[in-house]
Structure formats: structure tokens, C-alpha cells
């Protein structure tokens, strides 16, 4: 846990920011699960502090697995979120329907900058440069925007097939969370590069592919609709 006057940073796969007045805390987000709730409940009673509140950045399980934890054991606790998140953070069942929201544009990011000394990101630890950052990551997806429209330009693929190519492109390990974790984002490009009329998908023999448009292909082409993959 590193320290910094009353703000406090829990280091690990995941980044829990507290901030504490008057021995009492309040969490910004809660982990992944009961154990990791645990764990960062030890650290505050090894230093006199207890949970008064958790602010709930968004749904996603890895920010708010650990409310269950805190509300059994502190039933006075109060927990804050925004409306629109709300309904899936006290409904876990629902929340891979929005999985790829929650997350601020780039320029509203980059307005941020000049009032913010250091970041902590919940995914990354302490950020000093989140200007840089900022940047790496856009360019990191439009690279990889690009690597998927090239991908398309060869053969028509799967989304399976597509999810494939970029773990072993990036080195991304071989296990079912990477996978999960890799898998979902691929289906937002393609839904963006489908947004943008640059691919469509196509079902054929049953599997569904996606297939760069040809502006001069006969094809009906199906771009209008809304199509999952």
C-alpha cells in the first residue's frame, strides 16, 4: 500500500484507490472478488481505518466484486455509482451486456490533464505521465484497428479466428480470461469498422465472418443492420 497524506493506493493486478479521513475510508472500487475485498480490508484494520463508503467507478465485475464483502461486514456502509450503472453493479447477471462502456472518451481525458499531478489507474498502479499514456493507448488501438482491417483485406474471418491472430500477434497468454478479455474487445472493432461501413459480416455454412466491403461487389451488403457476432 503506498501513501501519499490521506490518499492511499493499493498495489496489485489491480490498483484500489482509498482515501482516508478520520480513520475512515473510503475505497474507490473494491477488487475482483471477496478475497481481494479481504485483503484490502486487512491493510485498513493493520493501519486503524475502517470502510465507510466504496465509489463504484462503473459495472465491470473487477471494480465492484468486492461490495459484497464490505455490505456483509460493515451493514452501515454506503456505496455510490452513477444511475446509469447502477442496475448492473446490483445485478451482476447483467453486466457483459455493457462490458465495453464505461470508459471516457480520449479528449475528455486529455481536459483532465491539467488538473491532474498523478493518476492512479486501476488497471496500471501510479501513472506520473497520463498525457502519455493517453496517447500510447489511442495509437495502440488504431494500430490494432488497422491489423484487423488488413487481416479482412487477405480472407473474410471469424471473430474466433480474428481473436486468435491478435493473442498470438500481441503474445497474449493462453488462458481463459486473457481469452475472455481479448474476445470482447475484438467484437467492439468489429462493430466499429461495421459503424463505419468499412466491413460486413456474412453467415456462411454457419459460421458468421466478417468481410471487408467491396464498394464495387455486387453482394448484398447487410452494413445497415445491426449484425452481433
Not at 155 to 172: D, F, G, N, V
Amino acid at each position: 500500500m503506498s501513501r501519499s497524506r490521506n490518499e492511499q493506493n493499493c498495489d496489485s493486478i489491480f490498483s484500489i484507490g482509498v482515501y482516508i479521513k478520520e480513520k475512515m475510508a473510503v475505497l474507490i472500487d473494491s477488487g475482483i472478488s471477496r478475497d481481494v475485498a479481504k485483503e484490502i480490508d486487512k491493510c485498513l484494520i493493520q493501519a486503524n481505518v475502517q470502510v465507510a463508503a466504496i465509489i463504484n467507478t462503473h459495472c465491470h465485475g473487477d471494480h465492484c466484486g468486492g461490495n459484497a464483502f464490505f455490505q456483509h461486514k460493515y451493514p452501515q456502509i454506503k456505496i455510490f455509482s452513477t444511475e446509469t450503472e447502477r442496475p448492473f453493479i446490483e445485478d451482476p447477471l447483467m453486466a457483459p451486456i455493457c462490458f465495453c462502456g464505461g470508459a471516457a472518451a480520449f479528449e475528455e481525458l486529455r481536459s483532465l490533464l491539467p488538473f491532474v499531478d498523478v493518476s492512479i489507474i486501476y488497471h496500471g498502479g501510479v501513472i506520473k505521465d497520463l498525457a502519455s499514456l493517453i496517447n500510447n493507448h489511442e495509437k495502440r488501438i488504431l494500430e490494432t484497428k488497422s491489423m484487423i482491417l488488413l487481416m479482412l483485406s487477405e480472407h473474410p474471418l471469424s471473430l474466433e479466428e480474428i481473436t486468435a491472430r491478435i493473442m498470438q500477434t500481441y503474445k497474449i497468454p493462453d488462458d481463459l480470461i486473457s481469452y475472455a478479455l481479448t474476445k470482447v474487445p475484438m467484437q467492439a472493432y468489429i462493430a466499429e469498422l461495421e459503424r463505419e461501413n468499412l466491413v460486413e459480416i456474412r453467415v456462411t455454412a454457419g459460421i458468421n465472418r466478417a468481410h471487408v466491403i467491396d464498394k464495387n461487389s455486387t453482394h448484398p451488403s447487410h452494413h445497415n443492420t445491426a449484425v452481433t457476432m
